[in-house]
């Protein structure tokens, strides 16, 4: 079974700055689909950027971006000139696609980032 | 789209008591999902359906759960009766068919709290 670990329960960086969230999963498939999901107070889920494995190219959505590592099964986010409403909890989710009963979003426990003025 | 719309956005109710939340997807997707976090075990998926057909129900926790998707763009998840321990955050999500890149888009959940 697949499994996704988030190693950082906290993390704060200092707002302008560069932060690094890390992740880590573990599968026997070969053809997969990785996201980060943010979730601020308001408890609302928000699809931050998606990574599919087949893509050497990193992903990039504005300030944020991911360096995916295929082999060594990571999928790190990092945020660049940090916000004030970056703030928020952060999930890393792994989906298959391979089809079948698969279709579902597996989570990491999720990473608190605090954002400092 | 007004993305994934659930109701209620909050619900108090009382230990033993029924409890009925409700979702609609975003129009045109064909896969729905049933999510509760709690600080205790995270974000669990509970249940799953394409095209309106159960597909995974083996997260739900016991029989005193139970979620129907009469339409394509209704569902319902039910608890009766409650217990405290069913405190938690709902969300409802929906996704396009499994080949497509695009990931789930989850509703604004509903916190429901059982005294």
């Known amino acids: 079974a697949q499994t996704v670990t988030q190693s950082q329960p906290e993390m704060s960086v200092q707002e302008a700055e560069t932060v690094t969230l890390s992740c880590t999963y573990d599968?026997?498939?070969?053809?997969?689909?990785l996201f980060w999901y943010k979730q601020p107070p308001s408890r609302q889920m928000i699809l931050v950027i998606r990574q599919e494995a087949y893509k050497q190219q990193n992903a990039t959505e504005n300030r944020f971006s991911v360096n995916f590592q295929k082999a060594a099964k990571s999928f790190s986010l990092k945020i660049s000139d940090s916000q004030l409403g970056d703030a928020a909890m952060y999930f890393c989710a792994y989906r298959s696609a391979s089809g079948g009963a698969t279709n579902k979003l597996i989570f990491g426990t999720g990473t608190l980032l605090a954002v400092q003025p | 789209d007004a993305g994934v719309i659930q109701s209620p956005r909050h619900e108090v109710t009382e230990m033993g008591q029924e409890v009925t939340l409700r979702c609609k997807p975003i129009s045109g997707h064909d896969y729905l999902f049933w999510y509760r976090q709690t600080m205790m075990r995270g974000l669990e998926l509970l249940i799953y359906?394409?095209?309106?057909?159960?597909?995974?129900d083996s997260g739900m926790p016991e029989d005193r759960f139970s979620a129907k998707m009469p339409n394509a763009s209704f569902s319902t998840l039910k608890i009766q009766p409650s217990e405290p321990r069913d405190s938690a955050v709902y969300f409802c999500?929906?996704?396009?068919?499994?080949?497509?890149?695009?990931?789930?888009?989850f509703g604004p959940g509903t916190r429901l709290l059982v005294l």
């Open positions: 599968t026997s498939e070969s053809d997969y689909y």
């Open positions: 999500a929906s996704g396009r068919q499994w080949t497509s890149r695009e990931p789930q888009y």
């Open positions: 359906f394409n095209n309106n057909v159960p597909i995974d």
